[in-house]
């Protein structure tokens, strides 16, 4: 497992300001949200490369491929891996004409030896490698050896969902030995002129916890519809717009405003508190898992000292040789008060009206391992107090013993 070292410290300090005004070793930028950075790369890869692809994964959200859309590139799907939950490099193939490939952290699972893998498969087929680690905001994969940093570009979320508790906010990473100056200028120069939020999206931006919290009190019916009005009227913006679950995209790229650096900052101070947390609920779950030998795995790249933001279950067989059902153990859970998570069934989490737009049913390769984990993941909540944390896994563990007893 990648632990931020002396370079990770060195990529997020106390002061994200620092962080994003230093040039002496890279290039950085933080700005909201990850995708909108994921799109700006992608967009200088395409216009420097004439590059057509981007090799990427279908098990992740949807918004995370919007970005490739956006940019003018179509999505190539690779096979995942059941131990890293992230793309395999024993299948991985490059089509011509590919630009990038995406190398994402799963729920934050960062296993080094497969991403070097993967980065020089990659850089042999003269592509840059993307790393979305929106899942572990500061850490990277290194080289197991001289433990620098692998990806050509790295992106960082401090959006809703991910490890620190920002809603809005990113950061940009550009390697300085491997980035080429064509892509590298097209990049910065973007990033650079990137307009200030207008007034009604900064305020929008304030107020979102209030407006949350506030339609969160209605209605279901009710609260949806002001929601979406609000967004129509841009008075309410949410990490994720109703558009993006439609191939949109969510606004234009802006720069960020004070008040979201301000909270990056404030934030970014408390991260190594919160990954502990997080690791101690990873190797809580482990432990708890153990004990159950034939219903359920974890991949095998987690370890307990990984701070996970989701903690994977991939549900195997019952006592008597039939598939368990994830939803059904989702309702057994839920019933008793726990929140297990469906990321990412079905692929392009939360799923796509027009799988076609994204290319998922008629250019992709062989997803017989992806199609098989989707049909058999649940995850387990990190973000949990350690009392929440352990009445979870206990009922977990009880309800997958009865299966194996089946």
């Known amino acids: 497992m990648q632990t931020r070292g002396e370079f990770g410290e060195n990529l997020l300090t106390p002061s994200v300001l620092d962080f994003i005004r230093r040039d002496r070793t890279a290039q ?57 939950l992230s793309i395999d490099p024993q ?123 506030a339609y969160s009190h209605l209605p279901s019916g009710l609260s949806g519809r002001l929601r979406s009005a609000a967004q129509a009227a841009h008075l309410f913006y949410p990490p994720v717009a109703d558009t993006q679950w439609q191939g949109g995209s969510n606004g234009r790229p802006y720069a960020p405003s004070r008040w979201v650096l301000d909270h990056m900052s404030e934030a970014l101070a408390g991260v190594d508190a919160i990954e502990r947390e997080l690791a101690e609920r990873t190797g809580h779950y482990l432990r708890a898992l153990s004990a159950i030998h034939t219903a359920a795995t974890v991949p095998a790249s987690v370890t307990a000292s990984m701070p996970l933001i989701r903690f994977p279950v991939i549900l195997q067989r019952d006592g008597s040789g039939q598939p368990i059902d994830p939803e059904d153990m989702f309702s057994a859970l839920q019933s008793q008060g726990f929140y297990p998570g469906r990321w990412y069934r079905p692929l392009l989490f939360p799923g796509v009206r027009s799988p076609r737009t994204y290319e998922l049913d008629s250019h992709s390769d062989d997803l017989s391992r992806t199609r098989q984990i989707e049909r058999s993941i649940i995850n387990l909540r990190t973000q949990e107090s350690r009392d929440h944390a352990e009445r979870l896994a206990d009922a977990a563990v009880r309800w997958l013993a009865a299966h194996e007893a089946i």
């Open 91 to 213: 299948t991985l193939t490059f089509p011509p004409s590919t630009g990038a490939i995406v190398l994402q952290h799963t729920f934050g699972i960062v296993d080094d030896g497969a991403s070097k893998v993967i980065v020089d498969q990659a850089h042999a087929a003269d592509a840059f490698v993307v790393e979305d680690s929106a899942h572990c905001v500061g850490r990277m994969a290194t080289d197991p050896q001289t433990r620098r940093p692998l990806a050509d570009i790295s992106i960082h979320s401090f959006g809703a969902e991910k490890v620190l508790p920002t809603k809005f906010g990113a950061a940009l990473w550009l390697n300085p030995d491997t980035v080429d100056v064509p892509v590298r200028q097209l990049l910065v120069r973007a990033l650079t002129n990137l307009p200030q939020p207008r007034v009604t999206l900064d305020t929008a931006i304030r107020t979102y916890r209030l407006q949350d919290r």
């Open 28 to 84: 950085r930028h933080a700005g909201a949200p990850a995708r909108h950075a994921m799109h700006l790369a992608f967009d200088a890869i395409r216009q420097a490369r004439r590059a057509r692809y981007v090799v990427t994964q279908a098990f992740t959200r949807v918004t995370a491929i919007n970005p490739i859309v956006s940019a003018g590139m179509l999505p190539r799907y690779a096979d995942i891996s059941p131990d890293t």
